[in-house]
């Protein structure tokens, strides 16, 4: 069973693809190899429009493509990505009024911390935005720059 995480998996099969907008998209299929997800099957999407160039190149690094080495046309046709390992956010998103599980990004296998570590860190961060901000009390004689220098604003009151 998928859940929401990040999982190994080897591409299965890759083709072209557009959006309705026009944008080229590297249409992606992978199995899960590990886990309670293990034989689990995914696709997603790695879109190149303009605002995501940087996370394109990314994903096809971690998919096992270099596009300064290669042509990127050569994907599919002298190049396959079949077989390659790499690694999947799992994020649960609604779409359309639906709840869905998608690959929110593809990752190199080697590039994410153990799931235990996560764990830990999501847990500090969702601990971080309930605390509430501690201020240091504010001194009867201190200017009002002072006070918030110690407060810790650096704007300048103007």
């Not at 929110?104 to 799931?115: A, H």
Request: with cysteine; net charge negative; charged share 30%.
């Amino acid at each position: 069973m998928i859940t929401p995480g990040i999982f190994l998996a080897q591409v299965k099969s890759h083709t072209w693809t557009r959006s309705q907008s026009g944008t080229t998209g590297l249409k992606v299929t992978v199995t899960i190899v590990e886990g309670t997800a293990d034989g689990e099957e995914m696709t997603g999407t790695v879109w190149f429009s303009e605002k995501s160039m940087r996370m394109g190149r990314a994903q096809l690094k971690s998919l096992g493509f270099d596009v300064d080495k290669n042509p990127l046309k050569a994907i599919g046709t002298n190049i396959s990505l079949v077989g390659n390992e790499c690694r999947i956010q799992v994020k649960d998103e609604e779409y359309k009024g639906e709840r869905q599980l998608k690959i929110g990004f593809f990752m190199s296998k080697d590039e994410t911390p153990p799931e235990a570590d996560l764990d830990a860190i999501e847990k500090s961060l969702r601990g971080a935005k309930s605390e509430p901000k501690k201020l240091k009390p504010k001194a009867a004689s201190a200017s009002p720059m002072q006070e918030e220098d110690e407060a810790g604003d650096d704007t300048i009151p103007f």
